[in-house]
């Protein structure tokens, strides 16, 4: 029932008692808006993490090879380790049920050119799987496939920056670019959330790479990802497994650090998620301690203003209100403050998020923002928490006899 | 119209209690003007907090216009005191932030009446009082005598049976007061029954009975010849 009278009382009482109102507004209000923030800054510092560990895929391994540091089985230190095709092969093979994606990675530096534009870029030869390795994405054409690889096609696919680099006039897909004065058609454009750096690659299969560049079956890295539902340890426990395979094909010795390194990314990955779950704490607990401050704070306000108004409520209960509309007359002023105040907190809080948010890039925290359903939540805790606060007080005041209501001067 | 048999009242004071009504009889008819006299202490103010119903009584009897008074649950005596009874206060016991209109219509929204009806009617007591054109300032605009005479407006405005006045002329000047007595003097020749607690004689003089009060019991209870207040304004 919609009672406009009520209404117009609990109006007067906020408009006719500023003071009072604003205090308890404003203690709303600031805690809300330090929630806000609060965690929009939390939540930036989460983007950044995930942002800056969240490019490559999380379960990949990357195989590297150098000189022997040790001799072994005869052999002498500072022999040279070679990956081959063969190599590749036989950890496809020996690992099948094990590996997700695999490539070969062949890097050099070209000079490309098309027309008059030119300039110097890293290459990759590389298998199809490389594109979810490093979760490259297609925004024009294909990337490499199979076809190419077999037919040692002359083909690139390069990143959107070089297309803005080289292409000016024109679009890059279908056109012929020349690397080292021999051309290649653009089967691709790609992007990459990697950055600018990681658009301004080209990509060419690696058997075309390994033709051109020295006509061997050379490979500089196998980078490969594993079964995504192998935990931690069952990772950790199949790229040490790798790592002895390859040592021991490679006759290096087990303890020998630089000739066969593999680099398992899971490692780096459980120190993300372990500091993210630490933030993610953090974030908790200071979401809390504003909570609780600001329902300390609304609870104070409201033992004071039902305390300010004991005499007025005397004075209506001599007139004839019932405890009952007493009690309703302070409870839905305290909610109506409680919930105006809350929503400016959130609107400022939110504001200053957008307004800074941009400039505190350079501080590791990007795109700071909230979840607009939490604040809500929060601003929800502190009305229930503000009316359950006043409703003792309120209910105790509206049960003292008149009289001594009265006398309270 | 006010029948009080044998009541009894007393106040906890640490562990020991404080007896300070020791059987009251009292009966009040109507188009009375009583004033109840005594010194401080004298249990004048607690009787008649209980004829009000602010407070309740220990023992007794106490029967307005028919009506038993006792055990009476909040929402019950909310709704009695709204329709029976009109309070004025030595401290005037106006709502700071609401003017003088809606101070003197706030009875009337107790008893759920429509806003323009109580604002007329209100409106009608106020010019009654003479403060017609003072409806929309606020108590702290208003002098002390303008403020008990919103107080006695609001106290009518319910058309209560009997009304009840607390030292009515305790924080007024003399001539204030006397104009406030003339007052309530001519609301009394209209007929409405008037109990008034004060400890000032020529004040108690303007009514028609007194009832002194010392330790708690009736020592006094008689009827004078009305002082009339109008030939001191």
Redesign the interface.
Known sequence: MFD??LW??IF??IN??RTRSLLSGFTVAFAILLFTILFGIANGLKNTFAEAFGDDAKNSIFIRSGRTTKAHKGLQAGRRIQFKNEDLDYIKEDFSDKVEFITARIYSNVQASFRNEQSSYPLRGVHPDHQFLEKTIIEEGRYINQNDLQNKTKVVVIGKQIEEDLFKKTTALGKYLNLSGIPYKIVGIFSDDGGDYEERIIYMPVTTSQQVYGNNDYIDQINLSYNPEMNYDQALAFSSTLTKKLKNRFSVANSDQRAVRVRNMAEGTKAVSQMTTGLTVIILVIGFGTLIAGIVGISNIMIFIVKERT??I????????????IVSIILIESIIITAIAGYIGLVIGVGVLELVGPSLKDYFIKDPGVNNSLVIGATITLIVAGAIAGYLPAKKA??I???VA?RN? | MLEIRQLHKSYPIGDSSLHVLKGIDLSVTEGEMVAIMGSSGSGKSTLLNIIGMLDEADEGEYILDGLPIKDLTEKKAAVYRNKFLGFIFQSFNLINYKNALENVALPLYYQGMKRSERQELAMFHLEKVGLADWAKHLPKELSGGQNQRVAIARALAANPKLLLADEPTGALDTKTSHEIMAFIQQLNDEGKTILMVTHEEDIANMCKRIVRLRDGVIMEDVKVTQVRAEQYV
């Open positions: 406009l009278d117009r009382e007067q009482s006719m008692n005499k007025e005397g004075i209506r209960k001599a007139l004839g209100a019932s405890p009952r509309s509206s049960r006899k008149p009289i009265l001067d």
